[in-house]
């Protein structure tokens, strides 16, 4: 499957982005979807991950009740609504295709990674 992440930029701190990630490809269907972050000089950490068709999601606890990850099946696409952004939030942000339909949070269960998109906070 090929992943397409889009939707990166600079914001304000308090802003919000939305990122997209369009999957494509024979074996683009029934997985989970994870979005992770690698800020310059650290590992890549899990974000948030959902299933299909999408109302099973899960979220790293930096995170909560500011970001929101969703997906709409008739366009391939997962989305991470992240508002409330802070400085701490600026990294590349990369989604992923898990190998099944099941949640995780280690990025040695996802098969498939786009390309990634700059997301920079100002303070």
């Known amino acids: 499957v090929q992943l397409q992440a889009s939707g990166g930029g600079l914001v304000q701190a308090g802003g919000s982005l939305r990122l997209s990630c369009l999957a494509s490809?024979?074996?683009?269907?029934?997985?989970?979807m994870g979005w992770f972050r690698q800020a310059p000089g650290k590992e890549r950490e899990f974000v948030a991950a959902?299933?299909?068709?999408?109302?099973?999601?899960h979220y790293a606890d930096f995170v909560k009740g500011r970001f929101t990850i969703s997906r709409d099946i008739a366009e391939n696409t997962v989305f991470l609504q992240m508002n409330s952004l802070t400085t701490e939030d600026t990294a590349v942000y990369f989604c992923?295709?898990?190998?099944?339909?099941?949640?995780?949070?280690?990025?040695?269960?996802?098969?498939?990674w786009g390309q990634g998109t700059q997301v920079t906070v100002s303070s």
């Open positions: 959902i299933k299909w068709p999408g109302s099973i999601k």
């Open positions: 490809g024979r074996a683009s269907g029934r997985r989970a």
């Open positions: 992923a295709a898990a190998g099944a339909n099941s949640i995780r949070v280690s990025s040695k269960d996802y098969l498939d």
